[in-house]
């Protein structure tokens, strides 16, 4: 079954048709001293420094990016950002796009865990200039020389740009098709792959996003802390401002990280206002166990209109853990809105975003991993609970079998295919897999478009109208003959025994001679001291759970310690990874620990 429409606005003809960037030029002129980016720096002072750019201010150092980066590039040659994420990051983005430069939204190479990303990304783009700062540059430098990547023509230091350069900046014209930026997707163990977004494809997606959040009461701001190298985050805090000149607050992910409350307080800050914000699950389960009564005293989140969770799977017991973490502090039941996306698609494609609680449904476990929706009332041992994401806003969603290309009915578990203004053409320098994403065509394709369809690798459902997402296609586990999603597997595991850390669970199969085998890690739950941990308890208690409510058994069960399972760029469970160093026996188990204390 498909969901969704095109908005008027985006077909050819419609006001939506203006690439984004050319929007800036507009709020500048029309409210120069309105607020634009707000940065909050809390290394310069632990209650945060507020530093803002009204929309004149901003339009004119972009443009004055857009001259330095003219000097030393020409249109279509890719600009790396390794800078942190301040208001140099977003100005060298805005320039970026002004100028014509292909911009490479990653990181300064200090931040820790990213480093084989960033050396992926960097050398796919081949990046003819690099923009940083003067602090990050040791970094850089020793980024360039210890590892075999192109060298640029030239660094450029961001905060060195002198602002009167945008005067001498002449508009050239855009079209829908330019290459805007590269945007590299997390990936696992392979190497990153460039998705390749046009300013046709960021303006579609941010008007399509607003569109779907419904932000129809006044005064909308925006606030972040999301990483400006990941798609949700340059959506939300760059993209969607310039959609009506509304104001953006943001900071960076470490500062979240070092204190998850700020991000609450951030939000709490803006009276008046409706704050609109968005956040992978993990986020809002770390702000949840951090929200104690005390910390949250004096806390008014009454303007928070909408929470987006999305970019991972999203667990019903977030949902529940958050609503009754931050009621007390004004949280309105409809404010979280569950969400579906990827950077195949520029980001968005469905949310929840209507203003009542997320809806889950109890369904038959066996029958949806058969590929049937069947609701379930019968008990957790029985049934899986699914989070609806909504529905699309401004392009299309379909529910195909991947084998025969035929859209599947209500009720049917299939691939997830997206067709809009707001998919990519395709990946950086790779045809082959390109034609594989973006090429999708349908079979029997009746009132939908016979193509072309982006086939995003998940398995879907549609039920009354909106999506319900059951998985990843690569991360399906065949035992037996039976499918098994892994998340499933892995909530039974977190739930066995206090010992395993909740959301830090990786199951996936290994081959075996007959059928596939299950393998299930699981970090160790710092709450539970070294001295009173019983192994052998723990892994029973997981095995025992599995058996009973998957009726599979577990070929091998391993303890690890805390931050131990891989994780993408974007949170997720990176299963792939921690497969790999399962098998190349690299992982920090807790049984090591403990000898290693005898």
Known sequence: MALGSLLPELLPGGA????????????????PDAPAFTFVDYSLDPSGVHITYDWAETDRRARALAVRLRQVAQPGDRAALLLPQTLDYMMTMLGALYGHVVAVPLFSPDLPGHADRLIGAYTDAEPAVIVTTRNALPHVEKFLADHDVPQPKEIVFAEEVDPALGESWTDEPFAFDDLAYLQYTSGSTRRPAG???????????????WSGWAPEKPDPELVS???????????????LPLVRGDHAIYTDPVSFIMNPLRWMQLIAGRPGKNVYTAGPNFAYEYVATSATPEKIAGLDLSGLTTCLNGAEPIRTSTLSTFADALA???????AQAPGYGLAEATVFVTAAADD?????????????????????DRGPERTSTLVSCGRPSGQLVAI??????????????????????????????????????FGGELAEPGALPAGPWMKTGDYGVVHEGELYVTGRIKDLIIVDGRNHYPQDIEVTAQEAHRAVRPDHVAAFALTGADTERLVIVAERNRRVPLGRLDLEEVEAAVRAAVNVEHEMSVHDFVLIEPGGVSRTSSGKIARAATRQRYLDGVLPTTAAKLASRK
């Open 328 to 334: 007390p502090a004004g949280l309105r039941p409809g």
């Open 356 to 376: 009542a609680p997320p809806k889950t449904i109890a369904v038959d476990r066996a029958a949806l991993t058969a590929g049937e929706l069947r609701l379930d």
């Open 16 to 31: 939506g048709r203006t690439p984004l960037i050319e929007r800036l030029a507009r709020w500048a002129r029309e409210k």
């Open 400 to 437: 195909v079998d991947p084998e025969t290309r035929l859209e599947q009915p209500d009720g049917r578990v299939g691939e997830i295919w997206v067709h809009g203004p707001n998919t990519a053409p395709g990946y950086w320098r790779n045809s082959e897999r390109s034609q594989d994403t």
């Open 195 to 209: 998705v390749e977004i046009t300013h046709g494809n960021v303006t579609a997606n941010a008007i399509q996003l």
């Open 225 to 239: 802390w999301l990483p400006l190298f990941h798609d949700m985050g340059l959506i939300a805090t760059m993209a």
